[in-house]
């Protein structure tokens, strides 16, 4: 049965809940990181593009060409594969963590780790192997340190008589041989016997207490080297009588146990040699006890340092211990005849002689005396042990004719006793009883003077009590401290060592004690070698004076957490103040910490520009988890609900792990750049073309399409490979990057990728776009404002496809009067090659009057060109009828001067760009570029053969980039 005293939000586990609701998850570094190279990249893509737009808007007013060219000048620096390359890099890194016992469950935590600044680790089971062991015991009031390495076999130390120390050997199989010293040997057997640890099989059971485990296992070694067993039939050797289980209030356990005497350690019973001394287990008959092997009863006890050395016991150094108890009440006690005037007395038979006992007891609630009917047996039991000094653990109290053993809370309203009625007394095998320091029945080192004096007041004033003599109980002897400690993962130290040559700050947030957490702070490197406490400068320069000692005194500060609450109850500033000058030190540890002071701990490192990363298990961990920038759950100890606040988990517990979590960031970061610095070099390739084809009006060297494939096709099998790049060497010892001023994509890196590596690309890109026009006959110079409308390549719009069917280029001396070589031509019909092109260019000729007046009215700067120069050439043949017909818009005169040999005596280029004979007029020769048997020049040339020219071009500029 139990009481609800809260539901919901007002338990702790809702509070907790609620805590971590309330938390609000932070950005990633690493997306911080890519909104900030977006937002860069996007603001060059916006500005060139709108400039090159009011660009192309003044010099050509179409605003179709141009929206397509700031389309295409956006796209070109918008590096597509970006985010795909980002991906899968993670991807790679979190599997490469997975190898290394970290699993990421946010990709994005996989560079945050490699950012941080500060690492909030928990104690046990991180730092430590949560799994306690011993590492020193005290005995004749000297320290001898344990072996933590192999805890079940512990054997090696200062734990052996003088003449075994001097043997050097520290072989195993020897030192089984030694002789352990006794007193040491009395700490083994308490931590053996006073110890509720049990084995599964060979191993420590897993739900054991961490404490007693320890023990045990320290034990295990010593008892099975010197009585050749293990430690469950040891414990049957020393069959347990009485226990009284450790608790909060005590904090402290006493078990009772026999002890054999062929089992006793030298000095543990001074005895008489005609003395037999006996001690029967419960319900055993006293005839079977007598049967059985000698045996006293032994109590061994254990429990808190601070209740332990307070206690008023012996001390054992190497001295005899005197018998703790007698089975047997020496027979022939003095009795004393007790006369009372009280009526409340009872007759007590004992060894055939009667004795007058006044029975009295207390009630604790109300502080009075019981009247006769609320008289127990046990009160019996206590007068007759005052009076008669016969142990109350020893008398058999028996009534009435059946002669049965009375049970203690008897009352005499139940047994239907009267005053002066006779209770028979026998003496059985001592009774082990009692929960507590108050009401254990056997010796515990307990003053009875006090208590004597009260009930002396008691008895006297019913008449009784004379001669009572003042008794001091015989106690426990101290035996030595077992000092357990949960040691530092193997691996530990040099991974702090790692963090701190990495420039991160480690520091300790635990719940332990504060003592607990500095120890294991030094011994893993949290608190450095050398590094001054405030309590150590106090110490030692000012008395102990804590407000003397001044700051830059001391480098390393162990913060409990009620001092902690302390100065958070202070106004803002002094807040603000504390966390400043605690948190500007090297060494830092919070000890005894509540799960909201973790959470304002986490708050205070980010508020101060630090990249925290935080470890945790349990459910309180939650909120300061959720907080951190990354949050790290245990793996094999965590809660679910730590792991699911968590970033990433660490399988193993083992704090050296994320330090390798932390250089796996730092590669990915590292390679990232390069990965960014490579895509964003093919910008400038892809956004030339555009420039030049804009401004300078040369043929596209590149299409969107073709932009498409390089940003999400060539470009990420390589960006991705850097992925698999393998670390600096120096990457370990760098300082974390400053995530205010170490952007992923920097003003400098965008300059080499643009300013070097783009220009080198786009010069290599139009090297090659040039040299395979030039090989079709179209010299760079040609290209020069040549297709300003883009008809070179084979357009879709009929009207420009039927006006701009033909390019005609000449040599430069026939051109002087004009600022381009090449011009763009109908299909007037026949040429002077004869009929074999008409039949693949008759379906884009001219089909009469309407088509030739269009062609005459056309405004794009190509037609008006060709107009222009066909005017102008009035001394070939036919040249002023064309003229002529142009003006007049005559159709059937233009064709008949276009058909009568306009163009026969037309100079030609004899040589291409290699030096092979290509261009010949009389249309009989054989050509080098075209078909074999061929008789049709390079020039004029159609739209089909131009566009399959420029294909060409521009796949040798797609591939050089």
Known sequence: ?????????????????????????????????????????????????????????????????????????????????????????????????????????????????????????????????????????????????????????????????????????????????????????????????????????????????????????????????????????????????????????????????????????????????????????????????TQRTRKVALVQMKGAPERILHADFDLNVEEPVPELFDEEVDQNVATRDKSSSSNNVVVVEWNDEKHVIAVHGTNATTNKPYEWEELQVKHIKQCVARAMYIPVATQRVMYGKWMQVLDDELSFAELKCQRGSIFHIRQGPYKFAGTSEDDLNFPFHRNKQQEQEQEQEQVQGQGQGQGQEHVQEQGLVFIGLMAMIDPPRPGVPEAVAKCQSAGIKVIMVTGDHPVTAKAIAEKVGILGMGCRTLDDVAKEKYNGNKAMVKDNEFDAVVVPGWELQEELDKDAQSVADFWNR??????????????????????????????????????????????????????????????????????????????????????????????????????????????????????????????????????????????????????????????????????????????????????????????????????????????TDLVFEYTAISSLKINSYWLYCFEPDFMQSFNYYCVFLPDFGQTQLGQNYLTSSSHLSFNGDSDFRDWLTDSHSFAKRSRTFLQSQTDLKQGVAIQTAIQTSNWTAFQAAWNGGFFDDRPCWKKDFSGKDFAYCDGNAQKTRTKTGSKFSLFPMQAMDRNEALIQAQTAFFISI
């Open 1 to 289: 049965m139990g009481l609800v005293i809260g539901i919901g939000d007002d338990t702790f586990m809702g509070q907790t809940a609620q805590a971590a609701a309330a938390t609000g998850s932070q950005p990633t570094p690493i997306a911080l990181e890519i909104r900030d190279s977006c937002f860069k990249i996007s603001i060059i893509a916006f500005i060139l593009g709108i400039l090159f737009f009011i660009l192309g808007m003044v010099t050509n007013p179409n605003w179709l060409v141009n929206v397509v060219w700031l389309i295409g000048i956006i796209v070109a620096n918008v590096p597509e594969g970006l985010l795909a390359e980002v991906t899968v890099s993670l991807t790679v890194t979190a599997n490469r963590m997975l190898e290394k016992n970290v699993r990421v469950k946010n990709l994005e935590s996989v560079e945050t780790l490699g950012s941080t600044t500060v690492i909030c680790s928990d104690k046990t089971g991180t730092l430590t192997t949560n799994v306690m062991t011993c590492m020193y015991v005290v005995y004749d009031l000297k320290e001898r340190e344990c072996d933590t390495t192999s805890p079940m076999q512990a054997i090696e130390g200062d734990f052996y008589s003088d003449d075994n120390n001097n043997n050097n050997n520290t072989n195993q199989s020897v030192q089984k041989t030694k002789i352990r010293k006794p007193d040491f040997l009395r700490l083994i057997r308490c931590a053996a016997l006073c110890n509720n640890a049990e084995f599964a099989g060979e191993e420590i059971d897993k739900t054991a207490n961490a404490t007693e485990a320890a023990m045990v296992k320290f034990a295990f070694g010593h008892v099975n080297a010197t009585y050749a067993t293990t430690i469950a039939h040891y414990r049957k050797m020393h069959f347990k009588l009485h226990e009284v289980p450790f608790n909060s209030s005590n904090k402290w356990q006493i078990s009772v146990h026999e002890l054999p005497m062929d089992l006793a350690i030298h000095g543990d019973v001074d005895f008489k040699a005609d003395e037999e001394q006996k001690i029967a287990r419960p319900n055993e008959s006293k005839t079977t006890t």
């Open 582 to 787: 605690t948190l500007i030190k090297d060494n830092i540890v919070f000890a005894r910490t509540s799960p909201q002071q973790k959470l304002l701990i986490v708050s205070a490192c980010q508020d101060r520009g630090g990249i925290v990363a935080v470890t945790g298990d349990g459910v309180n961990d939650s909120p300061a988890l959720k907080k951190a920038d990354i949050g790290i759950a245990m793996g094999k100890t965590g809660t679910e609900v730590a792991k699911d606040a968590a970033d990433m988990i660490l399988l193993d517990d083992n704090f050296a792990s994320i330090v390798n979590g932390i250089e796996q960031g730092r590669i990915i970061f590292d390679n990232l750049k390069k990965s960014i610095a490579y895509v964003l070099a093919s910008n400038i390739p892809e956004l030339v073309p555009f420039l030049l084809t804009q401004v300078i009006g040369i043929p596209l060297p590149l299409t969107t399409v073709m932009m498409l494939m390089v940003d999400l096709g060539t470009d990420i099998a390589p960006a991705i490979s850097m992925a698999f790049e393998i670390k600096e060497s120096d990457i370990m010892n760098r300082q974390p990057r400053n995530a205010k001023k170490d952007k992923l994509v920097q003003w400098r890196l965008m300059g080499f990728a643009y300013g070097q590596i783009g220009v080198l690309e786009s010069l290599g890109g139009m090297y090659t776009y040039f040299v395979v026009l030039a090989a079709f006959g179209l010299r760079p110079q040609f290209l020069l404002w040549l297709d």
